[in-house]
């Protein structure tokens, strides 16, 4: 069966700090991999999109970049962080050709202080 | 209009009462429909997928699609307390649309 796994669970760094969030999805091979993030009051909101390693979709500009260094590893990262980064990080997956039935991990909460 | 529109809730139902948990949507291009469940500081799971109209039936959990309203229902019968949670609604144009929509979730208690 699949599993993803995210790292760290929470975390807490000051503004101007670099981050790196790290997922990693066991069981399949050649997922579509997510990032997500969840602020209070706000939903969901895509934030990188991967079909495959070093292939990368920014789906809105901010502060954040993402990596695919291999098939099934997926990291976040800043280079300094902004108070409104805070929020409830998200990997997700999902296989071709379902694109749309995305399983999600168990989140890393971020607060920038 | 938000293309999707999810009541916040919060609902609060005791044990083994029938839940039903809404959606209404203003995009007709979307097909599929989905459910997912959040509990509190986890990753959301997913728990209906469907497409169309239609009911969905799954253990105690009935999805159902009225395209022509653009409302989406999730049903939850004989509630337990461990149903307490977040419920997600999403939706997307295409099986191979990676774009979900989300509704911003009801939060759910059910008490014993």
């Known amino acids: 069966s699949q599993t993803i796994h995210q790292w760290p669970a929470t975390l807490v760094q000051p503004v101007g700090s670099p981050l790196s969030l790290e997922c990693t999805v066991e069981?399949?091979?050649?997922?579509?991999l997510y990032w997500y993030r969840q602020a209070a009051g706000r939903g969901l909101q895509l934030l990188f999109y991967s079909v495959g390693i070093g292939q990368i979709s920014s789906e809105v500009p901010q502060n954040l970049s993402a990596s695919r260094p291999q098939d099934r590893q997926f990291i976040l990262s800043s280079k300094k962080l902004l108070l409104s980064d805070s929020g409830f990080y998200l990997c997700?997956?999902?296989?071709?050709?379902?694109?749309?039935?995305?399983?999600f991990g168990p989140g890393t909460r971020l607060t920038v202080l | 209009q938000k293309e999707v529109e999810q009541d916040p809730g919060p609902l609060s139902v005791p044990e083994g009462a029938i839940v039903s948990l809404n959606c209404t949507y203003s995009n007709s291009a979307f097909q599929y429909f989905m459910w997912y469940r959040q509990y509190s500081r986890k990753g959301p799971e997913l728990l209906m997928y469907t497409y169309s109209s239609g009911n969905k039936e799954d253990g105690r959990f009935t999805a159902q699609v009225d395209k022509s309203s653009k409302y989406i229902s999730l049903f939850i019968r004989d509630s337990q307390p461990s149903d307490s949670a977040t419920y997600l609604c999403a939706m997307s144009a295409g099986a191979g649309s990676y774009q979900l929509t989300f509704g911003k979730g009801t939060k759910l208690s059910v008490i014993p």
């Open positions: 997700a997956w999902s296989v071709l050709p379902i694109d749309n039935e995305q399983f």
């Open positions: 069981g399949t091979s050649n997922p579509n």
